[in-house]
């Protein structure tokens, strides 16, 4: 593997969004917060124009140099999330998220081939069918036809489940990964599990045992108020409807069969070292404001 080719491609796909979405973040969230993208952006570029060998020094620089995309980036995206607000997105109008990191990125834990064929096959094909059924539902409104509608409610909630389970997934992985939660988020798990590593054990367990392909998933419960493990069937079955997902783990095989054949657990032991914990932070301290009346 390439890994001057792996960032030159990484670094023209963002140009390339940058090209496409860049006037309207920038609307949403001005050019003081989109600056230093744009800098980042532009240094690694630069960087990635000079004719040396992947060693030494110059590899330092182009790790340094991704790096701070990669944290400008998610800086940006933070802030148009923000300034967005409830903006909708429209009928059939949802679309794939860029990974925020290059697809070899997670290596050694999760190889680049499974990346590119998780993210650009299998996550597009639910965006697909995600937005097909959303389509196929609106004629139905319009014509007043349902005899489809049990199958177009069934394709909305499978493709919808995996379109946004697989959001969130790419979100909570980073190259930076690993390690424990901190802060209130630390405090929660060990008020809710008894320690750390009590909610990862179980959380392994749930997700080793998965029947089929399916998910693990740490929620944040607005009615217990409180954190629980949930699994996932498929992306829809065996779920609780009125949690809020914090950290997922996708399970199907198309997640790790490339790299680890059929064995779950070596995936699921080393998918730890890739959990971004300030994302599942963030996530946490939102969700930690819807509270439902307890019972």
Do not use: C
């Amino acid at each position: 593997m390439n890994d001057k080719k792996e960032l030159v491609e990484w670094a023209h796909q963002l140009k390339d969004i940058w090209n496409t979405q860049g006037a309207f973040i920038e609307g949403q969230v001005g050019q003081e917060k989109t600056s230093p993208f744009i800098r980042s952006l532009t240094q690694l570029l630069d960087t990635l124009e000079e004719d040396y060998r992947i060693e030494g020094e110059y590899q330092d620089k182009l790790e340094h140099s991704a790096l701070e995309v990669f944290k400008a980036w998610n800086q940006m995206i933070g802030e148009t999330r923000s300034e967005l607000g409830n903006s909708p997105v429209p009928i059939g109008g949802h679309s794939l998220p860029p990974l925020p990191y290059p697809y070899n990125a997670l290596e050694p834990y999760i190889s680049e081939e499974i990346m590119r064929l998780h993210h650009d096959k299998h996550h597009q094909s639910y965006v697909d069918g995600l937005n097909k059924a959303e389509k196929k539902m609106q004629e139905a409104r319009r014509s007043g036809d349902y005899d489809l509608i049990k199958h177009w409610e069934r394709e909305a909630a499978f493709h919808g489940a995996g379109h946004y389970l697989h959001s969130i997934f790419w979100e909570v992985m980073s190259p930076e990964g690993g390690g424990e939660p901190d802060g209130e988020l630390l405090d929660q798990i060990q008020t809710d599990f008894g320690s750390f590593d009590k909610m990862k054990e179980h959380f392994s367990a749930a997700a080793n045992a998965v029947e089929g392909g399916g998910w693990a998933i740490l929620v944040w419960s607005p009615r217990s108020r409180r954190l629980e493990i949930l699994q996932a069937e498929k992306h829809q079955n065996l779920s609780q409807q009125d949690q809020i997902p914090l950290l997922v783990l996708d399970v199907w095989e198309h997640a790790y069969y490339l790299q680890y054949k059929n064995e779950r657990k070596p995936y699921i032991k080393n998918w730890w070292n890739t959990v971004h914990w300030p994302e599942v932070k963030r996530r946490y301290e939102t969700a930690r404001g819807v509270q439902w009346h307890p019972s």
